[in-house]
Nanobody, 121 residues
Framework: QVQLVESGGGLVQPGGSLRLSCAASGSIFSVYAMGWYRQAPGKQRELVAHITSGGTTNHADSVKGRFTISRDNAKNTVYLQMNSLKPEDTAVYYC???????????????WGQGTQVTVSS
């Protein structure tokens, strides 16, 4: 069994910062790409940022220059540093990872349970 456990969400004022973490645990052979998505009330889930196992990153235009995704492969953990937060960043943030559980098997996509980020004064 594989679990993705997120932490770091909360309430922050506009212009503030938060750092989200997501740790993958369980029966894991290797972790491929990891990413962060978000879903605001009444809206579809959208990609925020993505990082490959080699460290290549991609950030949504709406967060470029403010958010930074990174990972620690030794800990199977992905991070999202969020600076200069805006009210429109308010959403539930979900961690996503492509994980291989056994050698030579196909990767499967796993999701975390979500963590609430609220940006409000």
């Amino acid at each position: 069994q594989v679990q993705l456990v997120e932490s770091g969400g909360g309430l922050v004022q506009p212009g503030g910062s938060l750092r989200l973490s997501c740790a993958a645990s369980g029966s894991i052979f290797s972790v491929y790409a990891m990413g962060w998505y978000r879903q605001a009330p009444g809206k579809q889930r959208e990609l925020v940022a993505h990082i490959t196992s080699g460290g290549t990153t991609n950030h949504a235009d709406s967060v470029k220059g403010r958010f930074t995704i990174s990972r620690d492969n030794a800990k199977n953990t992905v991070y999202l540093q969020m600076n200069s937060l805006k009210p429109e960043d308010t959403a539930v943030y979900y961690c996503n990872a492509e994980i291989v559980r056994r050698e030579a098997s196909a990767p499967y996509e796993y999701w975390g349970q979500g963590t609430q980020v609220t940006v409000s004064s």
